[in-house]
């Protein structure tokens, strides 16, 4: 007979956030199609303690245990996670706050924290026998999907806006992907995947009409927890494009919560997003995204999503953390990568340079506080975009 190598996942099910109807973690799956919410995985987590890490695993699959695969013979893994997490210290002496982490995920395969969601997602589907997977992406998840794939001997169709950097399009070549360019934002290519989906069977991978890109990015939160030895900070502050991360991490706190592995107040979550596409903000202040909304280009590619499919989820974490939105100029986003290269030696995707201008925005508005502490992300390398 032949052996099979068990992660020893604790998953069990997975179920729609807003009725709680269950789904077969069994078979392959999109979204909850009872609400139209994107699918949570559920988890078997009773008097789980610290012992499950795999401490010998450098990578975010030291946490296999809370991730949802089960046969490790699946496992696609090109080492992601498992990032830097350190102090910038003359940023925070310079705005007067106890300490500032920035959590570097520049440094993951394919140089974003998309490596994380599309490991999980890609060795799933490989579990499930998915031969052809179909990704709309501003560029760093069609790279990450592309490299994946390519481990996993299965076919990937990247579709991306045409404007997008030729690093992005490139490497995705480079990795035996197809590339369809667009005109338009990642909507536009949403719903060229849904229709290859349909024409041709494809398995859309888009951010969260699959339940486990949600759970790779999940991991953040545990190495958070895990690097600064279980005390989380008082504030984190997340660049948030279709929201995977954000959600992911706040799920993450949940079950260490329900675990007893941390203890006390949970950090604000606060959402960022450019002003020249911030439906998130407009949400959060207003309730709802305005009818005729028109999202515009900007440099933080990641952050173009006129209409994240999660809203509902980014809503819900931000307000259960007593979170807040903030917006960031393009001019803004540029001094701020500028700021912290030249001060700290690090080169900020503008994304994240969006974490950082966000910070002192908050500072100003006496949001945040001196005795604090704050983590920022690096979700890209700078270097992806020229
Ligand atoms: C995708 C992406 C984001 C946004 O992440 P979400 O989890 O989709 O909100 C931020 N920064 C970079 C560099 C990205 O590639």
Known sequence: MEQVHLTHSRATSLYCPSCKKEYNIHSIQ?????????????????????????????????????????????LVSLQEGGTPNFLLSKAASTLNIHKIYLKDEGVNPTGSFKARGISVAVSKAKELGVTHIVIPTAGNAGGALSAYAAKADVKATVIM??????????????????????????????KKAAQLKEEKGYFDMSTLKEPYRLEGKKTLGYEIAEQLNWKLPDVIIYPTGGGTGLIGMWKAFKEMKEMGWISGKL???????????????????????????????TKALGLAVPKPFATDLIIDAV??????????SEEEMERGIEDIAGSEGILLSPESSATYVGLKKLIEKDWIHEDETVLLFNTGSWYKYR
């Open 161 to 190: 806006p045409r404007h997008t950097s030729e690093t992005l399009k490139e490497e995705c070549m480079l990795y035996g992907a197809e590339l369809i360019l667009l005109d338009g934002l990642i909507d536009a290519c949403g």
């Open 319 to 328: 307000r259960a953390s007593n979170g807040i939105g903030i917006s960031v």
């Open 30 to 74: 999109n979204f909850a199609t009872c609400c139209n919410q994107p699918l949570v995985t559920n988890y078997n987590i009773k008097n789980v303690s610290k012992s499950i890490i795999d401490i010998t695993d450098s990578s975010m699959w030291r946490y296999a245990q809370l991730l949802p695969l089960f046969n490790k013979d699946n």
């Open 267 to 297: 950090p604000r979550m606060v959402v960022v997003q450019t002003e020249n596409c911030n439906p998130m903000i407009q949400t959060l202040n207003n309730g709802f995204i305005p009818e005729m909304y028109l999202a515009t280009q």
